[in-house]
Nanobody, 118 residues
Framework: QLQLVESGGGLVQAGGSRSVSCESS????????VGWYRQAPGKQRELVAQITRVGRTFYADSVKGRFTISRDNARRTVYLQMNTLKPEDTAVYYC????????????WGQGTQVTVSS
């Protein structure tokens, strides 16, 4: 049973950058898809970005060109670098593991709040 712990959230001004991390309690070497989802107040949770075991990446249209996902299997950690942040990026960001390209996996972190002020 993997436990995922996110860190790095906080308050940032519009146009700024923030990096969030997700550390796993166990190895992620054998897990194909790991990714980040987010949920804004009053909205459904949505996929932000995914990365496969071989490094293929997928991004939501709303973050393409601004966000970068990466993984370090040796450190059991997944990263999300967020640049040129917008107020609409404000959400709780959740790490996820074990899913597919069309659905999240069974492992979720507790979430980390990212707030972008205008």
């Amino acid at each position: 049973q993997l436990q995922l712990v996110e860190s790095g959230g906080g308050l940032v001004q519009a146009g700024g950058s923030r990096s969030v991390s997700c550390e796993s309690s166990g190895s992620i070497n054998g897990i194909n898809y790991v990714g980040w989802y987010r949920q804004a107040p009053g909205k459904q949770r949505e996929l932000v970005a995914q990365i496969t075991r071989v490094g293929r990446t997928f991004y939501a249209d709303s973050v393409k060109g601004r966000f970068t996902i990466s993984r370090d299997n040796a450190r059991r950690t997944v990263y999300l670098q967020m640049n040129t942040l917008k107020p609409e990026d404000t959400a709780v960001y959740y790490c996820n593991a074990g899913g597919t390209d069309i659905s999240p996996g069974p492992y979720w972190g507790q979430g980390t709040q990212v707030t972008v002020s205008s």
